[in-house]
Structures are given as C-alpha cells and as structure tokens.
C-alpha cells in the first residue's frame, strides 16, 4: 500500500506541474482512445480458456487520473488488479502503473500506433519478471480486444488475448412497480463479516439488522425473517435459528438445536423445514413453530439440504446428491417417496469455492414453478425456472456473469436475484419471465441471496 501511495504521489507531483491548462476536455484528450473506456465496465473471456475477466473504467481525482480495476472469474485462483494512467508532462507521454493480488507491479507508457493504443511494460512479482507489450483495438463503441507479447530472448511470443464486451455501468435504480410493496433484505460481507441488511428500494437506504461476529444469512423472508448465524450464543458452537423482525431488527433465538447454513422452508402455520448434520451427512427435519423438532423428513447416507415448502405445505423440494450428482428432488413432507426433478451431472464438477449443483430452489407463491441457479448451458450461473414437476424448464438469464440466489415476490412477478456482471456482487430485480432485469443496488462488498420483506410501515425504524 505504501508503494502505491508513493507512485500516486509522485503522479499528482507531475500533473500538478503539467497543469498547462484547466479545461477538462483538453486534458482527458491526452489520453486518446483510452478515454473512451471510461465510465463503463467490460467484460471478456481469454481465449482458448473459460476463465473471464471483469474490469471497470473510472476518472479518478479530480478526472486527471484513469484508473481501470479488474477481476479474473473462472480461473484456477483467484487474481485481481488496478491500472492507474497519468500524465507525464516531463515524458511527454501517458504513463501507467499496475498492481495485481500477487503482489506484481508493472510500469511503463501508452502511445497510439495505427489507430491501435499500445502499452510497454516492465512487470515483475516474487515469481517472474518480464517485459511486455500490448495493445488495445477498438472497432466500435462497444467492444475492443486487448493482445499482449512477452520478451523471450530476441523474439516476442503471444501469451494473452481477450475481447471484451461493454454491459454498461448502471447506477442502482431508486424506485420502481416492485418498490411499492416490498424492500429486500440481504446479506453481505462489507463489514468484515456476513450480516443481514435491509434495503429500501424506494430511496435506496440501507439498515443494518445485524451486527455480531460471525456469519448471519437471511433464508427466507416475509413479516418474519428466518435468520440463520453462528454468532456466539453460550452454547456449543454452531449454526442456530433465529426469528428476525425487520422492521424492528429485535432477534431472537429459535432453537438450540444445531442447523446446518442452508435455505430453509416456512410451513403455513408457522414451523419449518431445515437442514441439519446427522452421522456425517445432512438430512432434513421438520420443526414446529416454537423450533421444536417434530420429526426427521430423511434418513439415508447422502446430503438432503436446502428445502422450500410448497405454499400449501405438503411438498417439499430440496438440494440432494443421493443420486449420485447433486440435483432438485421433491417429496411429501407427510413422508412418502421423493422423486427426482432436474438431471445435470455437470454440476458436480464446479469447484469448491462455487454452490455445487442444481439448487437452491424455491418455490413461487402459486406453488406452480420452481426457480433455482444453474450451470447446465456454461460455465457461468444463470437463473431459471421450471414447472413444480420438473417439467418446462426456462432460462431466465443469461450472462457472462454469475446471476444466482433467486428469490420470488411475494406475488410471484418479480424475481430479485444476485449477479456479478457489474463486477462486484449486487442485487437485482427482474420479472418472473426473466425479463427487465434491473439493478437495485450498488455499495461495497458482496450483497447476496435477497429476500422479499413487507414495506416499513410510516414512523418505524
């Protein structure tokens, strides 16, 4: 961090002595083409690779700098950086510099040849060093391709190319027909630690509900939220329920009975179908209202998590890899025999750090369609949905993103879902056709898995 307030120093250094003029447009031409990438987020896939790459575009302080961040997604670990443009009066030229997750930092200047910006650039980290030249073509206000050589010997060798397509930098919408009725609460991390907010979508205020340490996730939402956190609790550690009042934030505790950190469904009048480990794997119980464990839905050697309940409260659909892959299978929960609603062993084969198979899913207010995240048509999560037998499978998205978490309306025409394709995680709305899907939020950190709350009423917190 020093590095970088050292370099940014010495940058603001010589701008400051090249202020030869104030006009805003004459200075931004400084920087040719790469001007025009400004304010806008691209996104592109490495060629000969499924690995994308994320990366946003921003005048910074005062509009004399450039600075363009970005985000490897797909690859084999995770990798981010920065680029920072400035003028150098004394070169005469564009400089920049580069810093990534590694700890690798790059320098060197930018110039235009043929219509074509190109960069030369020494780069090093604790591994490697090389010396580097790109360049950046732009064939139309929407797309451009960056290729890079690296120095071997006497000759230069092609190790990267990438085309990038531009999908905008939104801001999050205020208002809109959902906003009406309902705000979301979510979980996110930009605290240190996953809590639950609440975000209004008329004004774009956010409340946070929750604040211990630990990790607290919101599984399902209505005038009560089912919370569920390992904050401390004086008892063994582990997982527990938690009612949440959201329109208060007042807490309390359920069970001290040990769940697992999965989606859980509401029953009609009030108790809960939940996931819980049992002799190393996971089964489901059915709880009553006061959290009290009336009996166990499922029993075999296999992981059975991530139930919803159908509004009528006599199915339930849930995540399980008894299979042999992890899909969406329903049974009743008066007990009977599951049967089996998706079939993509492709699932199975997404990393660790990525939701692993079909799921979770969750069932529209009509009890008639199932929506859920999946990876069956890429390599990236979209949103879909199918009929409450498995049948008449839709996709509702369809992105280089990541779009997952789906969550119904109360009224079952809006879908509000997470996504990646702004670069961090946000929260969106769309219609339950897959339609209009519009952004809703924008702050810092990951905001995940919305829940549909009823409206503050006037004069509440």
Known sequence: MAAIFAVLAL????????????????????????????????????????????????????????RDSH???????????????????????????????L??????TMTEQEGRVRFDESYGDDSRSATIRSWIELPDANHFTMVSERRVGAAWEPFMSVSYESFGLRPARIGGEWAERWD????????????????DLRTGEERNLTAAPGTEW?????????????????????????????A?????????????????????????????????????FLLAPDGAVERRLTDNDADDCQPDVTPDGETVVFWSNRGGSAEIWAMPVAGGEARQ?????????????????????????????????????????????????GSDVRRLTEHLADDGYPSWSPDGRWIAFDSDRHGGID????????????????????????VWVPLAQPGAP
Not at 53 to 58: G, K, Q, T
Not at 346 to 352: A, E, I, L, R, T
Not at 435 to 446: C, L, N, Q, Y
């Open 248 to 284: 208060t934030g007042e807490l309390d505790r359920l069970s001290d009975r040990p769940v697992a950190d999965s989606w859980l469904g509401v029953l009609p009048g009030g108790g809960l179908v939940v996931c819980g480990h049992e002799a190393g794997d996971k089964e489901l």
């Open 427 to 450: 929260l969106f709305v769309m219609r339950s056709d897959g339609s209009e899907p519009t952004r809703v939020s924008d702050a810092e950190g990951s905001e995940q898995a919305p």
């Open 218 to 246: 919101a599984y399902a939402g209505g005038r009560e939220v089912v919370v569920v956190s390992d904050r401390p609790a004086g008892v063994e550690p582990g997982y527990r329920l938690y009612r949440l009042d959201p």
């Open 103 to 108: 700890g690798g930092v790059s320098s060197g």
């Open 341 to 389: 609603l998706t079939r993509f062993a492709g699932n199975d084969s997404v990393p660790g750090h990525r939701y692993g198979g079909e799921g979770p899913p969750r069932v529209s207010p009509d009890g008639r369609r199932i929506v859920w995240m999946s990876i069956r048509d890429g390599s990236d999560f979209d949103v879909y949905s199918m009929a409450i037998d």
């Open 11 to 66: 940058g603001l250094a010589g701008g400051a002595a090249a202020a030869e003029t104030d006009d805003a447009a004459a200075w931004k031409a400084r920087f040719g083409s790469l001007a025009q990438l400004a304010g806008r987020c691209w996104s592109g896939r490495f060629e000969g690779s499924d690995a994308r790459d994320l990366r946003c575009w921003e005048w910074a302080l005062g509009e004399r700098f450039l």
């Open 184 to 199: 979301l609460v979510f979980s996110t991390n930009r605290d240190g630690d996953y809590e639950v907010y609440r975000r």
């Open 71 to 101: 985000r490897v997604i797909g690859g084999q670990e995770a990798y981010s950086g920065e680029t920072w443009y400035g003028w150098d009066a004394g070169a005469g030229a564009v400089r920049f510099w580069y810093f990534n997750s």
